[in-house]
């Protein structure tokens, strides 16, 4: 379930992350679009809204029933200069890349692909779960890494944090004083949260930007009452925030130092250049070998020429 930015999601130039010094809730609904046969909530990127920390892309699909002979797979498609991170809150997917990684992931494991200067992957539908609930964000590779070696990691379990009326998992970075084991390139964190009812105080780092995506529930932020499909972006200057909820709810917070350089997102990419996005594009388009291959039963993804050629 990777889905593609569309022009209506970033705009095809470089942009650089826009900047709010103090805290905030700016609200920002989700587009609603397709990944194959599964309806996603796009809630990252967004005009104005693009980044949070180094976080680039959200999609929110489900949760949804299955239906026999209807496959939420999605075929091999390339990626360069970001990482992809998978989280499921419910049924299962197989991911299989070019570096012969073949894994399958359940709710409350994380896989976490680097593409680096590129890779390609599929994800499989095993159609035995009842129910998919998943959601896959990317995260903007820096200078340093964005050119180097794609690589792949499986979590199993990740470390909780326990707070009042809440668990927290640690799905990268660090919150709360616990670290995650998943790579990151950049200082961003990423926590699930499950929000038992009543009053929980999340501790933040004050120079980090944040933001809210409520998975399932609702939360209520500073009197802001938060729904799922909506991006809550919190600002920054913030050493802590009060999450208020009436029924369990699960949600995700984010944050990071806001990322430093201008990206250009286009289709499964992320760069800096039309040129190289351009290139990229390409060099799948003629299977030349840069992003290899994945053994799929699924059919390769292909795209025409960006809006700038
Ligand atoms: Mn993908």
Do not use: K
Not at 10 to 26: F, K, L, R, T
Not at 74 to 80: A, D, F, N, V
Request: charge should be negative; proline fraction near 9%; aromatic fraction near 4%.
């Amino acid at each position: 379930m990777s889905g593609p930015v569309a022009t209506d999601d970033a705009a095809p130039v470089p942009e650089p992350a826009d900047q709010v010094e103090g805290p905030v809730v700016e609200l920002s609904p989700a587009r609603r679009t397709q990944v194959g046969n599964l309806a996603v909530r796009r809630v990252l990127p967004q005009r104005p809204r693009r980044t949070v920390g180094s976080w680039c892309f959200l999609d929110h699909a489900g949760p949804v029933a299955a239906e026999p002979g209807v496959s939420f797979g999605i075929g091999p498609h390339p990626h360069m200069g970001l990482q992809t991170v998978t989280w499921l809150l419910a049924g299962e997917l197989l991911h299989l890349d070019s570096l012969g990684s073949e894994q399958l992931i359940r709710p409350g494991q994380l896989n976490l692909m680097t593409a680096g200067h590129g890779v390609s992957h599929a994800e499989e539908d095993p159609a035995r779960a009842d129910e998919v609930h998943a959601v896959q964000l990317w995260v903007a590779q820096p200078s340093a890494t964005r050119d180097g070696p794609a690589a792949f990691e499986h979590h199993a379990e990740l470390p909780r944090v326990e707070l009042d009326h809440a668990d927290g998992t640690v799905l990268v970075g660090d919150f709360a004083g616990t670290d995650s084991p998943a790579r990151r390139d950049t200082a961003h964190m990423g926590v699930e949260l499950a929000l038992r009812g009543a009053r929980t105080t999340v501790p933040l780092r004050p120079d980090d930007e944040h933001a809210l995506v409520v998975l399932e529930g609702r939360v209520t932020v500073d009197g802001v009452a938060v729904e799922p499909g909506v991006l809550a972006y919190l600002g920054r200057g913030r050493d802590e925030c009060a999450l208020a909820t009436e029924t369990p709810t699960r949600a995700l917070l984010l944050g990071g130092v806001p990322f430093p350089e201008p990206i250009l997102m286009w289709w499964n990419f992320v760069g800096r250049t039309r040129q190289e996005v351009s290139e990229a594009r390409r060099q799948w388009s003629a299977d030349d070998g840069r992003f290899g291959r994945v053994h799929s039963s699924l059919e390769r993804i292909g795209v025409g020429a960006p809006p700038w050629e």
